[in-house]
Nanobody, 117 residues
Framework: QVQVVESGGDLVQPGGSLRLSCVAS????????MNWYRQAPGKEREMVAT????????KYADSVKGRFTVVRDNAKNTATLQMNSLKPEDTARYYC??????????WGQGTQVTVSS
């Protein structure tokens, strides 16, 4: 059984930092593309960061470029999203996703990030 679990969400002041973590079990995550998505109330889910299976290629949404960093540790089946210089508009529920084609697409339940003074 595949399980994906995120952690690290919290309430943080504008300008602050958070590190989100994601751990997968039941899959060999090193062959999957790993993505971080977020969804704010009333908005569509958007991808904020993606990292290739080997970790050599990373892409970010324009809104987080230069502030967020995604890394992965395939030996531990984990990934992290370091978020710096947080803004109120970063408030959302953040989801970890491991994808290998349409038939292998696994999601966690999400972790809430709230940026507010």
């Amino acid at each position: 059984q595949v399980q994906v679990v995120e952690s690290g969400g919290d309430l943080v002041q504008p300008g602050g930092s958070l590190r989100l973590s994601c751990v997968a079990s039941g899959i060999r995550s090193g062959i999957y593309t790993m993505n971080w998505y977020r969804q704010a109330p009333g908005k569509e889910r958007e991808m904020v960061a993606t990292i290739s299976p080997g970790g050599t290629t990373r892409k970010y949404a324009d809104s987080v470029k230069g502030r967020f960093t995604v890394v992965r540790d395939n030996a531990k089946n984990t990934a992290t999203l370091q978020m710096n210089s947080l803004k109120p508009e970063d408030t959302a529920r953040y989801y970890c996703n491991f994808r290998l084609g349409d038939s292998h697409d696994y999601w966690g339940q999400g972790t809430q990030v709230t940026v507010s003074s």
